[in-house]
């Protein structure tokens, strides 16, 4: 369908991985956006994939998966303040248009 | 840098009330984007400024909510009269123009509630 689906809620312990998967549709992909949001405050960007494979960006890396239409956030050396929201996003069209999933809210526990 | 400011950033008016929300892009980006969430729901589009002019607004909601940028540099998004299911977080976004891959700037958001 047009949705975006990840899982609404993940925890993990301190210093883990945790992975967040995301699937979309595939008809008019542009390109796919992960972004972190803590609580109360701007979504802040992370990463962005347009091609299949592995975009590795310190801690954090994103997959993507043109083809199944899926993508997923690495998160690596969990710390406490990686605790927030993060948001899938996929890019509809060729002004910058995102449609965005319901966001993964990430618990890092010590 | 300055990022992308957003005023109020909490507003609590009555059902049939006017709000005006206010959002200042950071300088020099020609692209501005409302957004909105709306309880338990994902972030949405409402509708997207090439400097002035207004590229997209299919996802306004209807025709009381109205989004301008006169100038080509802060927006406002006026909800009159307000409904109950108005409310939610109003994000504005900026990027400074030219390739559709590039990653939005957002404000902090306003939260709306509409009683």
């Known amino acids: 369908g047009q949705n975006i689906d990840q899982p609404t809620e993940m925890t993990a312990t301190e210093g883990a991985i945790v992975q967040i998967n995301c699937t979309y549709q595939t008809s008019g992909f542009n390109g796919l956006f992960w972004y972190q949001q803590h609580a109360g405050e701007a979504p802040t960007f992370l990463s962005y994939n347009v091609l299949d494979g592995l975009e590795e960006k310190g801690r954090f890396s994103s997959f993507l998966s043109r083809s199944k239409g899926y993508s997923y956030l690495l998160l690596k050396e969990l710390q406490m303040k990686d605790s927030a929201s993060y948001l899938c996003a996929r890019l509809t069209d060729s002004w910058g248009k995102l449609q965005f999933g319901a966001g993964t809210q990430v618990v890092v526990t010590p | 840098e300055a990022g992308v400011t957003q005023f109020p950033s909490h507003s609590v008016i009555e059902k049939g009330q006017t709000v005006t929300l206010r959002c200042d892009p950071i300088s020099g980006h020609d692209n501005l984007y409302w957004y909105r969430r709306v309880m338990g729901k994902e972030i949405k589009f409402l509708l997207h400024f090439v400097k002035e002019s207004k590229q997209d607004e299919s996802g306004m909601p209807n025709n009381r909510f109205l989004a301008e940028r006169t100038g080509g540099t802060y927006s406002t998004l006026k909800v009159q009269p307000a409904e109950l299911e108005d409310s939610g977080v109003y994000f504005c976004?900026?990027?400074?123009?030219?390739?559709?891959?590039?990653?939005?700037?957002f404000g902090s958001g306003t939260q709306l509630s509409v009683l």
């Open positions: 976004a900026s990027s400074q123009g030219g390739q559709a891959n590039e990653k939005l700037f």
